[in-house]
């Protein structure tokens, strides 16, 4: 279960991302007039962008289980996360589809396997990481309330994303919660 601060930054951040929406929604021409198909357009692409924060809010569940190192909780949220990710993935724009599509296949690798092997875990979770930074990238306004970070010791890709606060490291868990630095977006 997430605490209760990685929680409010998550409400917080689609909060934000449902403002943003409502506001294109009203969005005026410079010369003050709006049509109906206009709004409804970029209220469309806002709304959608809504739908992928319910994705991150999905992948950040489990980067929170492997920080507390509550492997055998991975495998239903993992199964969340795909579906989710398939969902949302139907109606999203192309550059931000390709990149759900993966993260909904990595997601159903993950669930696939238990939790017998911690480390293999760990490992498809940071494929599942590696999908989710691509995403990012191609869609920077997602970021708003999100760091990036990297642990030199991860087994695979090394980066995983969480929302602003203390450092939690899902690949090394209970052992090393605060191996890794900040790092770069780029995929």
């Not at 642990?151 to 052992?175: D, I, R, S």
Request: hydrophobic share 45%; net charge positive; charged share 20%.
């Amino acid at each position: 279960m997430m605490g209760f601060r990685t929680t409010t930054a998550w409400s917080a951040a689609l909060l934000a991302m449902t403002t943003v929406a409502a506001s294109v929604a009203g969005h005026a021409k410079a010369d003050g007039a709006t049509t109906r198909q206009e709004s409804a357009s970029e209220l469309t692409g806002a709304t959608k962008l809504v739908g992928v924060r319910k994705v991150l809010t999905a992948y950040e569940v489990i980067r929170g289980q492997l920080a507390r190192d509550e492997v055998g909780a991975v495998e239903a949220s993992a199964r969340e996360l795909r579906k989710v990710a398939e969902m949302v993935s139907a109606g999203a724009p192309a550059p931000l589809r390709k990149h759900l599509i993966r993260v909904a296949s990595t997601a159903r690798r993950l669930s696939a396997l238990g939790s017998a092997d911690a480390g293999a875990v760990r490992k498809a979770f940071g494929e599942t990481s590696r999908h989710i930074v691509a995403l990012l990238v191609a869609e920077p306004a997602l970021r708003k309330g999100l760091n990036i970070f990297r642990c030199p010791m991860a087994q695979g890709y090394k980066k995983w994303v969480q929302p602003e606060g203390k450092l939690a490291n899902p690949y090394m868990g209970a052992k090393m919660l605060r191996c890794g630095s900040a790092s770069d977006w780029q995929a």
